[in-house]
Nanobody, 127 residues
Framework: QLQLVESGGGLVRPGGSLRLSCAAS????????ILWFRQAPGKEREGISC????????KYTDSAEGRFTISRDNAKNTAYLQMNGLKPEDTSVYYC????????????????????WGQGTPVTVSA
């Protein structure tokens, strides 16, 4: 079964940190770009970060720039999103997606529809 499994979400105070993981099973991530999205209740899905199958290609949207760090470990078949300096407005369900042959995160990579999606992991930032 081909799937992505996310973990690492939870409740954190403003200013805190979380590291989200996105583990693939049934396929290898080597030839996939990884996209992280989030969606808050009543809002549209928002792309926040991309890492291409070329590890050197990384992109952040304004909401993530300077606070979030995306990475991947192909040996572990897992991608990560380190989130620091969390704010209440970061409260959302976070999803990872794997898009085949997305080597570089140029242009707007979030228009691409990943072939594989995680189930989502909720993040709540609250005092």
């Amino acid at each position: 079964q081909l799937q992505l499994v996310e973990s690492g979400g939870g409740l954190v105070r403003p200013g805190g940190s979380l590291r989200l993981s996105c583990a693939a099973s049934g396929f290898t991530l080597d030839d996939y770009g990884i996209l992280w999205f989030r969606q808050a209740p009543g809002k549209e899905r928002e792309g926040i970060s991309c890492i291409g199958s070329s590890h050197l290609s990384i992109k952040y949207t304004d909401s993530a720039e300077g606070r979030f760090t995306i990475s991947r470990d192909n040996a572990k078949n897992t991608a990560y999103l380190q989130m620091n300096g969390l704010k209440p407005e970061d409260t959302s369900v976070y999803y990872c997606g794997a898009k085949s042959w997305l080597q570089y995160c140029s242009g707007d990579p979030f228009v691409y529809n990943p072939e594989h999606w995680g189930q989502g992991t909720p993040v709540t930032v609250s005092a």
